[in-house]
C-alpha cells in the first residue's frame, strides 16, 4: 500500500514539472535588448501628466528567432525597494514584484530599426525612484531575453522619478484653510454677543 502511494506521488510530481515547467529565473535571460527611456536621469514626472517615450531594439550581436511577443514594464528602483516587501526583487520571474506596472504589450518585430512607444503616466503610479525594462517571450510565452535602461549592476544609473497623486490639491487645502478660519471667526463671535446677554441676565 505505501509503495503504490509513492509510486502514485511521483507520478503526481512528474505531471506537475511536465505541466508548469521549471520556474524561469532572471538570470538565466540574455540581456539581448538596447533600451531607451525619454526622461534625464534624477527628472521628476507627475503621475497623470508627463509622459514616457521608451525606444528598443536588438543588440546585433544576439539572435532573435525565437521572440514571438514584447513587453515593456515600468520597474521600481533599489532605493525605492527598501523595507518594502511588496516591491522585493526575486530570482524567479513570476514571483518578482520588481517591475509591477505594464506600459505595453505587443507583438515582436522582427526589424533592423528600434521600436518606440510613448506612454502617459497612469495616475495610479505612485511615488517611487524607477527604470523601464523590455522582456521578451517565445512563442510559450516564457521570457527569454531582456533589456533595461539603466546601465549598472546594481541599478543606481539613469533612474528618474515619478511624484504620484496623493488625493489633495491646493484648491482643497485653501477651502479647507478658509472654513476653518471661518468656524474660529464665528465661535468668537458667539462668544462675544452672549458676553453682553450674560451681563444683563446678571443685573435682573
Known sequence: MASTSLIYSLLVLC????????????????????VEASPNPNQVLKSGEDKITVTWGLNQSFSDAE?????????FAPISQKERAWRKSESEISKDKTCQFTILTKPYSISSSNESFEWTIK????????????????????????GETTT?????SNLFQIHGITGRH?????????FSAVSVISLFGFFFMEKPRSKVSEQS
Open 67 to 75: 521572440f514571438k511577443k514584447v513587453q515593456v514594464k515600468l520597474c
Open 170 to 178: 491646493a484648491s482643497l487645502d485653501i477651502a479647507a484653510g478658509i
Open 123 to 146: 495616475r495610479d503610479i505612485p511615488s517611487a525612484t524607477y527604470f523601464v525594462r523590455v522582456y521578451v517571450m517565445n512563442s510559450a510565452d516564457h521570457e527569454v531575453a531582456y
Open 15 to 34: 505531471f506537475a514539472s511536465s505541466t508548469y515547467g521549471e520556474p524561469i529565473l532572471f538570470s538565466s535571460l540574455q540581456k539581448s535588448l538596447l
Open 152 to 156: 549598472d549592476v546594481k541599478r543606481t
